[in-house]
């Protein structure tokens, strides 16, 4: 049973912006951690940003001050606006929602690449 949607990955040239988007139910949403995470051909899975269930946002020090992370309460998304893309930035893009205790779920994963 698939519990998070994303969307919104693609193809953009350096300097440009994307806006991810996890889909979930709002049970999920409001009781978990949320994170993005991304993966780049042959390299680990890292972290990109986080997001508590209290709105507490934190950021690899590789995306601060270029990517935002938000809750929409209304479509029941975790959203991911990334701007001033790199080619560095190029990587397949994870949802996760995670409740200690609770679960921890993934999305299937959104392509992001940015040439320069």
């Known amino acids: 049973q698939v519990q998070l949607v994303e969307s919104g990955g693609g193809s953009v040239q350096a300097g440009g912006s994307l806006r991810l988007s996890c889909a979930s139910s709002?049970?999920?949403?409001?009781?978990?951690?949320m994170g993005w995470y991304r993966q780049a051909p042959g390299k680990q899975r890292e972290l990109v940003a986080t997001l508590t269930s209290g709105g507490t946002a934190n950021y690899a020090d590789s995306v601060k001050g270029r990517f935002t992370i938000s809750r929409d309460n209304v479509m029941n998304t975790v959203d991911l606006q990334m701007n001033s893309l790199r080619p560095e930035d190029t990587a397949v893009y994870y949802c996760n929602a995670y409740k200690l205790w609770g679960w921890n779920y993934w999305g299937q994963g959104t392509q992001v690449t940015v040439s320069s």
């Open positions: 709002r049970t999920i949403l409001s009781g978990s951690a």
